[in-house]
């Protein structure tokens, strides 16, 4: 079992920049794909970001690509996501997945097994 725990969520003006951690614990997963999703009011879950494990590869939202950025820490299983130019409909609760089986479809939330509890996000205008 991996456990998650997401933090540094909380009210920013449009145009700022706040930087969100994951950090994992129980079972290793350092050969995860890791990912970072959120849903909006009234939204449903959609993917912002992830880290295929095999490869390195790093994959984006057309929403948020160019203004945040993911990586990943295996030594401290730490996977941030900086985001920055912040929009008012980047509000939504985000959550960090972490993949064991380092699925191919990194942006599809059904292939992730684990999932941490959320941290909120809300921009003003």
């Known amino acids: 079992q991996v456990e998650l725990v997401e933090s540094g969520g909380g009210l920013v003006q449009a145009g700022g920049s706040l930087r969100l951690s994951c950090v994992a614990s129980?079972?290793?997963?350092?050969?995860?794909?890791v990912g970072w999703f959120r849903q909006g009011p009234g939204k449903e879950r959609e993917f912002v970001a992830a880290i295929y494990y095999s490869t390195g590869s790093i994959y984006y939202a057309d929403s948020v690509k160019g203004r945040f950025t993911i990586s990943r820490d295996n030594a401290k299983n730490t996977v941030s996501l900086q985001m920055t130019g912040l929009k008012p409909e980047d509000t939504a609760v985000y959550y960090c997945a972490a993949d064991p089986r380092a699925s191919y479809y990194v942006t599809q939330a059904y292939e992730y097994d684990y999932w941490g509890q959320g941290t909120q996000v809300t921009v003003s205008s």
């Open positions: 129980g079972r290793t997963c350092n050969g995860c794909n």
